[in-house]
Every structure is written in structure tokens, then in C-alpha cells.
Nanobody
Framework: DVQLVESGGGLVQTGGSLRLSCTTS????????IGWFRQAPGKEREGVSC????????SYAESVKGRFTITSDNAKNTVYLQLDSVKPEDTAVYYC???????????????????????????????WGQGTQVTVSS
């Protein structure tokens, strides 16, 4: 069975940094995508960033672009989300999830577009971690 475990959440001041980790198990190849999502109280779960494990193509939500960085270490089966210049509105429970998409693309631009669309869809991901709380104090 596929399993994902998040860690690294905590309390951080506005403008500070935090690194989240998502350690996976149960995959038999690198042909999958890991996404980071977050859910604040009273709000819907939203996509933050994702990365393809086969070739490390990345995608970011506009709200975090330039502040968050997603990376992967395939040898450790771990995906990281570096949170820099955090804001109070980044406060949420952060989840990592695994999905089998996006579908193959004929060129890089199409691949990036398909990944961006794929990573917005909560329903596209079939396996989820338990979440880790990130709280940004003002």
C-alpha cells in the first residue's frame, strides 16, 4: 500500500521559514506526482505545489510562487516543501498527496500546462498523508 507521512510543521513568525517533508512508501516506480495541499479553517483544500517524481517538473499556485520551493530526493523517497517569507494567510494544515497524472504531453509547454491543471485538482490524487499544522504568527 502507498503511504505518505508529513512532518516539519510548527509555529513560525511572519517572514520566517519552515521546511515540510513528505516521506513516501509503497511505490514501485517513479511514475507519479506528489502534491502539497493546504486547508485553513472554514476554507476548501487548495493546491499549493507539486512535483513529478520521474523528472522533477514543478508547479506552484500563484499565491506561493517565489516564496515556496518544492524539491524531491528520490533516493530517500521524500519530497520537501520549503516555506520562506511566510505570511499569516499561509496558516493551514498542509497535506501531501500522490497521484498518477498528468497524462503524457507532446512538448514541455503542454506538460507544464497539464501539470498546473492537474495539481489544482484535489480529486486527482488518490493517496493522502495525515497533515501537518503550520501556524504563522503576526
Amino acid at each position: 500500500d502507498v503511504q505518505l507521512v508529513e512532518s516539519g510543521g510548527g509555529l513560525v513568525q511572519t517572514g520566517g521559514s519552515l521546511r515540510l517533508s513528505c516521506t513516501t512508501s509503497g511505490f514501485t516506480s517513479d511514475d507519479y506526482t506528489i502534491g502539497w495541499f493546504r486547508q485553513a479553517p472554514g476554507k476548501e483544500r487548495e493546491g499549493v505545489s507539486c512535483i513529478t517524481m520521474s523528472d522533477a517538473v514543478t508547479s506552484y499556485a500563484e499565491s506561493v510562487k517565489g516564496r515556496f520551493t518544492i524539491t524531491s530526493d528520490n533516493a530517500k523517497n521524500t519530497v520537501y516543501l520549503q516555506l520562506d517569507s511566510v505570511k499569516p494567510e499561509d496558516t493551514a494544515v498542509y497535506y501531501c498527496a500522490a497521484g498518477d497524472g498528468p497524462s503524457a504531453a507532446p512538448d514541455r509547454i503542454t506538460r507544464l500546462l497539464r501539470l498546473w491543471i492537474y495539481c489544482r485538482g484535489v480529486g486527482s490524487f488518490h493517496s493522502w498523508g495525515q497533515g501537518t499544522q503550520v501556524t504563522v504568527s503576526s
